[in-house]
């Protein structure tokens, strides 16, 4: 049965808008001694991922006088609301597309006033029910010929490809079968049409006639299956769906990296391309950020280097055939992934403009390459790191650390890492910690024991460090910003005693024991419970961004991002001391434009007259300074973007969270 | 390295204060004064490794695809806020492939155990399961 059979199709291709158009040329032809409309056509502005928006209209002076232009809340689409969109949308010609609701319908919005222009919505039943990533996903692509065929491009839940009109919301017909293409055929492996692992989230990358598709799983904690769907990926017509290339990010007998797997490949899957991916178009070439392979933290059935994972590989945009790549874990056991896209960064190097791609990653490296050859920028050095002890386990003895820049962020857990805002919270703080092995950046998990260790404290985990909204980058000053998070959590993994659930020897535990077994008291610590008297057990900032000028390969600032939270202002042990901005953990991007460095919080927290909301902030592009703050009435759940339409720039980000429901915000000066 | 910024605190402490003050006047209660039974939250707990973990983590954790439901991020999204906001947000979001399956008592059931792995001390009756008493509890801080 064809896909196309199993659902309804349902565009709204509404009069509204022609009518909408209508009034936004007049504003246009108005106001022709205004700044020109500046789209923004790509998930991070465009395919080089830098988050950057040529636009200085809102600056330091007047921040905090932004307004709410106009509100787009999507809790219709899809039978129940949607609490944590994740969407950066396009803006085209003065028209805003983003994937919105728990369906992950599509939706065009006039940019400047927020209508509703047109949906389109998919019914997938089943094959949505049971996919790996719900919900809205991060967005949508856009392609034009030049001539007047334009498309907005999106992933399903149910993994197909879709090609819509921009101007309508109707399925382009000569698009794969009338408009969509089954993302589960063609894929060189069987794939189930209903109950095999794998679908996307992360919008397609549209480079020139081509659309690149990757993969992801369900969360590979204690995967069911260690010989899961291999996530390969594609490149595809945009004209016509048809498949182009297929890059096998587990490499197939005979292919090279194969020799990286000492058991072969066949009892492996995963390595899916999930993150964004970005293009050089003149270099015409793709960069493919690949996650680990099936296990994110037990690797018994893939010992081995095991390529590609972990590995950022440059493919031909036209072939998909390798041009270099660099893993930048071996064997990984912490689920560091790469989450977010590669960074296309034009950096001076010894006096000379290179063309760089710069990584941001889970475990606070930043990576940078020559993009054209792979070569990195400051030495990578393979360091030995400590080896585990969980029975049939494999472990690389080293991995690759880069000279420069420094770490943005934590990595790994020492006793001096520990809460000490006073001297009794520090002693409790050691006296928890002491239940758990401590090292450095890739000490891996170990097994759970009742007369040994809980597990291994872990700092970053597998949320990061910085995760899947990625930093920002200034061309003009070749400073990238990113965001990262210090929390502890725990590498920890346990007996497998139900294969139904999992056919791994060991799963993931987190510092729990096997169910049923007898926990002998420690005091007033319980396993995997890891905070003191309430507070977090390592010493802020708990959210941070981070300034690192990539003409020298060093930091132009660090600043705690986000307001201390209620409990840690109120907290009775604190009461009298003066704690500085601690930040918060989330997951996070900001955004620079040719004024300012503007990121929304994480987490909600009491605000000025008592309100509950977070707030959206803007700082100095130097050095970091505070240089305004606007209300949100729920904290940022999709990286922030800029456009200007009609003489005005706009910032738009998605919030939502608890008990919030999703919403989009779009923030402009007041009109004079 | 930019310095942090210092906070003015007093107006935020008399903020939160002020909502555990209107949860007592009201004839509310507080999650750290115990509002759920031991054996609730097993039973949540129970639940939750089925029906929750894959996505939450088998200790709520979170992971890439959601949130934690312990620590720091959670009092980021509930603090102050009525248990009914964190039971009617399970009963009709959750679980993302089975949404509004779970009914009131199952709802509550894995708020107890939310509630029990954040360090709320257990008390000697269940959560109530009716959305209207749900309201009278206020999540605070707990210590």
């Known amino acids: 049965m064809s896909a196309l059979s199993r659902r309804s199709l349902l565009s709204?291709?509404?009069?509204?808008?022609?009518?909408?158009?209508?009034?936004?040329?007049?504003?246009?032809?108005?106001?022709?001694?205004?700044?020109?409309?500046?789209?923004?056509?790509?998930?991070?502005?465009?395919?080089?991922?830098?988050?950057?928006?040529?636009?200085?209209?809102?600056?330091?002076?007047?921040?905090?006088?932004?307004?709410?232009?106009?509100?787009?809340?999507?809790?219709?689409?899809?039978?129940?609301?949607?609490?944590?969109?994740?969407?950066?949308?396009?803006?085209?010609?003065?028209?805003?597309?983003?994937?919105?609701?728990?369906?992950?319908?599509?939706?065009?919005?006039?940019?400047?006033?927020?209508?509703?222009?047109?949906?389109?919505?998919?019914?997938?039943?089943?094959?949505?029910?049971?996919?790996?990533?719900?919900?809205?996903?991060?967005?949508?692509?856009?392609?034009?010929?030049?001539?007047?065929?334009?498309?907005?491009?999106?992933?399903?839940?149910?993994?197909?490809?879709?090609?819509?009109?921009?101007?309508?919301?109707?399925?382009?017909?000569?698009?794969?079968?009338?408009?969509?293409?089954?993302?589960?055929?063609?894929?060189?492996?069987?794939?189930?049409?209903?109950?095999?692992?794998?679908?996307?989230?992360?919008?397609?990358?549209?480079?020139?006639?081509?659309?690149?598709?990757?993969?992801?799983?369900?969360?590979?904690?204690?995967?069911?299956?260690?010989?899961?769907?291999?996530?390969?990926?594609?490149?595809?017509?945009?004209?016509?769906?048809?498949?182009?290339?297929?890059?096998?990010?587990?490499?197939?007998?005979?292919?090279?990296?194969?020799?990286?797997?000492?058991?072969?490949?066949?009892?492996?899957?995963?390595?899916?391309?999930?993150?964004?991916?970005?293009?050089?178009?003149?270099?015409?070439?793709?960069?493919?950020?690949?996650?680990?392979?099936?296990?994110?933290?037990?690797?018994?059935?893939?010992?081995?280097?095991?390529?590609?994972?972990?590995s950022i590989v440059a493919v031909d945009l036209h072939t998909g055939v390798r041009k270099w790549h660099y893993q930048l874990v071996h064997h990984g056991l912490s689920d560091f992934d790469i989450p977010c896209a590669p960074m296309l960064v034009d950096i001076p190097v010894n006096g000379k403009m290179v063309k760089a791609l710069a990584q941001p990653t889970k475990q606070n490296f930043l990576y940078v390459f020559d993009r054209t050859n792979g070569k990195p920028i400051w030495p990578i050095v393979e360091k030995p790191v400590p080896k585990g002890d969980v029975p049939g386990e494999w472990y690389s003895p080293t991995q690759p650390f880069p000279s420069k820049p420094p770490a943005y962020d934590q990595q790994g857990v020492s006793e001096k890492d520990l809460i000490d805002f006073t001297p009794e919270l520090h002693a409790e703080a050691l006296e928890l910690a002491k239940n758990y092995r401590m090292g450095p950046l890739f000490t891996p998990p170990s097994v759970w024991s009742d007369t040994g260790t809980w597990g291994t404290l872990v700092c970053p985990n597998a949320t990061g460090g910085a995760n899947w909204p990625g930093g920002a980058f200034d061309p003009d000053s070749h400073i990238l910003y990113i965001y990262s998070k210090t929390e502890a959590d725990i590498g920890g993994t346990i007996p497998n005693a139900n294969k139904e659930k999992s056919d791994f020897d060991y799963v993931y535990s987190r510092g729990t024991p096997p169910p049923g077994t007898k926990v002998t008291p420690r005091g007033k610590f319980k396993p995997g419970q890891l905070t003191v008297d309430g507070l977090p057990l390592l010493r802020p900032p708990w959210g941070r961004i981070t300034a690192i000028d990539l003409s020298k390969g060093e930091f132009a600032w660090q600043i705690a991002h986000g307001e201390t939270p209620d409990e840690v202002k109120n907290h009775p042990a604190l009461k009298g001391l003066t704690i500085p901005r601690t930040g918060r953990p989330g997951v996070l991007s900001p955004l620079v434009t040719r004024s300012l460095v503007i990121c929304g919080e994480a987490g909600f927290a009491t605000q000025a007259g008592g309100k509950r909301g977070a707030l959206l902030r803007a700082y100095d592009k130097a050095t970091g300074a505070d240089r305004g703050a606007v209300y949100m009435p729920a904290p940022q759940t999709g990286s922030p973007m800029s456009y200007m339409v009609g003489g005005q720039q706009y910032l738009v980000v998605a919030i939502g969270g608890g008990n919030y429901s999703a919403e989009l915000l779009a923030f402009r000066l007041p009109k004079a | 390295m930019n310095v942090m910024k210092s906070f003015v605190a007093a107006p935020l402490v008399l903020a939160v204060m002020g909502l555990a003050f209107a949860a007592a006047a009201q004839g509310g209660r507080v999650a750290t004064a115990g509002v759920y039974s031991k054996a609730q939250a097993d039973r949540g707990m129970t639940l939750f490794a089925d029906a929750c973990a894959r996505c939450h983590g088998s200790s709520m954790e979170g992971l890439d695809v959601a949130p934690p439901l312990t620590g720091p991020r959670f009092l980021g999204n509930y603090l102050g806020q009525p248990a009914a906001a964190l039971a009617s947000r399970i009963r009709t979001s959750m679980p993302l492939d089975m949404p509004g399956s779970l009914g009131q008592q199952a709802s509550a059931d894995l708020t107890a155990a939310i509630l029990a792995a954040n360090g709320y001390p257990a008390g000697d009756a269940e959560l109530p399961s009716g959305s209207s008493a749900q309201q009278a509890i206020t999540i605070d801080a707990v210590k």
């Open chain 1, 12 to 310: 709204l291709p509404l009069f509204a808008y022609l009518w909408a158009k209508a009034p936004f040329a007049k504003a246009q032809g108005a106001a022709s001694a205004a700044p020109a409309n500046t789209d923004w056509t790509s998930y991070a502005g465009d395919i080089h991922c830098l988050r950057y928006a040529p636009l200085d209209q809102i600056t330091a002076q007047n921040f905090n006088d932004l307004e709410i232009a106009w509100r787009f809340k999507p809790d219709n689409f899809g039978v129940r609301p949607e609490f944590n969109l994740e969407a950066t949308p396009l803006v085209v010609g003065g028209v805003l597309y983003t994937t919105v609701g728990t369906r992950r319908d599509v939706a065009a919005l006039d940019a400047a006033s927020g209508e509703l222009l047109w949906m389109h919505r998919m019914d997938e039943g089943e094959r949505a029910v049971k996919a790996p990533r719900k919900l809205s996903g991060h967005g949508v692509s856009y392609w034009s010929d030049g001539k007047g065929d334009d498309r907005i491009l999106y992933v399903t839940v149910g993994y197909q490809l879709v090609a819509l009109n921009t101007k309508t919301g109707e399925p382009i017909k000569s698009f794969g079968t009338d408009g969509v293409v089954d993302l589960k055929l063609n894929d060189d492996q069987e794939i189930g049409p209903l109950n095999d692992d794998i679908g996307l989230h992360s919008t397609p990358l549209v480079c020139k006639d081509v659309v690149v598709i990757g993969a992801a799983h369900t969360v590979g904690t204690s995967p069911k299956h260690h010989a899961n769907v291999k996530g390969y990926a594609r490149g595809f017509d945009t004209r016509t769906g048809k498949r182009l290339w297929i890059f096998h990010t587990i490499p197939q007998k005979g292919e090279f990296g194969y020799d990286t797997w000492l058991d072969g490949v066949d009892q492996v899957g995963n390595a899916g391309v999930w993150a964004q991916i970005s293009a050089d178009p003149e270099l015409e070439m793709v960069y493919l950020p690949v996650e680990l392979p099936t296990g994110d933290y037990n690797g018994e059935y893939r010992r081995g280097a095991g390529l590609f994972g972990e």
